[in-house]
């Protein structure tokens, strides 16, 4: 088998090498224009790379232009496209849109158009749940969103995420092009940007400064915490694999974590290190437009077709903040 997977130097892109080099036979043409989120080094840094790195084929392309037939030929025949490759940092969206919608909704639209000629089994297009804009609370506690509901992005970043999944949809529905949309959240693992949220806890916690959590006040009163449902990188891989494997096109996945408050993680990290830090609260609508106090997926839908996370929530932590502490030159 062959997997065309776009975004392989990423943080999730290259979690996903290492876990298809693991876990399969497969060879993997990585896709990857190498912005400031990608990185070949993480490629080379995986303990497999020495032995199973000969699986692996780089090709570098903005996917903001089209597949050409040189570009095709290099490529060669595959089976299966993962498309994850994308802008992602909210706060970049909210500064200048325009390369969101150039990558994410053009790039996948590119993309799209590549699949029609080359025809692989299934084409997977990794989404976010930010999609459906923020979860809510009532008496019953979160009400997490299940695939299928109403788009309500708050963002540019999440509006060309939902731009490009209407695209998925209409070639499924247009060309027949074997689309599986997964939607994930709140990534971490190892050598994740120094700028999301885990490795600055790790950072703060070093340094003894400060660490800032997001939060609703009124009257100056904290009176909620923003939450998150938290997905190693790893299982995040292990999810695609298995819809790679049993997912039906046409159809929409969630590949969900465990839920907790962003406070909640902090003290986790603080118990992993031994070591506590001031924590400072700072009300989420001075932050930042389009941030949302609280997102969450249900995850019924993969677990009813059989797929549960390998690693659960308080192992995975553990072992990247062991491993971070052990590799500080990743943060």
Known sequence: MKLL?????????????EHILKKTDWDI???????????????????????????VKFIYHDFRSPISETLSSLIGPLDYIIHMGAESHVDRS???????????????????NYAR?????????VSTDEVYGPVHKDEKGLQLHKEGEPHNPSNPYSASKSGAEAFCIAYHNTYGTPVIISNTM?????RQNREKFLPRVLKSIIDGTPMTVHCKKIDGKVVDI?????????????GLL????????????????????VEDMVHKVEDIMG?????????????????????????SKMKELGWNPPLNLEDSLSHVVKWTVQHPKWL
């Open 242 to 261: 298995f819809l790679l494997e049993n997912g039906t096109p046409g159809e929409k996945y969630n590949i969900t974590g465990e839920w907790a408050s």
């Open 5 to 17: 997977l776009t975004g392989g130097c990423g943080f999730i892109g290259h979690h996903t090498v």
């Open 186 to 190: 709140n990534n971490f693992g190892e």
């Open 117 to 125: 000629e080359v025809k692989p089994k299934k084409f997977i297009y």
């Open 275 to 299: 070591k506590k830090i001031e924590i400072k609260y700072e009300d989420f609508h001075s932050f930042r437009p389009g941030h949302d106090m609280h997102y969450g997926l249900d995850g």
């Open 29 to 55: 043409v990585v896709m990857d224009r190498l912005t400031y989120a990608g990185n070949l080094n993480f490629l080379s840094d995986l303990d497999c790379w020495a032995s199973e790195g000969h699986r």
């Open 226 to 238: 923003s939450s998150r449902c938290w997905l190693h990188a790893r299982n995040h891989a292990d």
């Open 94 to 112: 909210i500064d200048d849109p325009i390369p969101f919608a150039e990558s994410n909704v053009i790039g996948t639209v590119n993309l799209l």
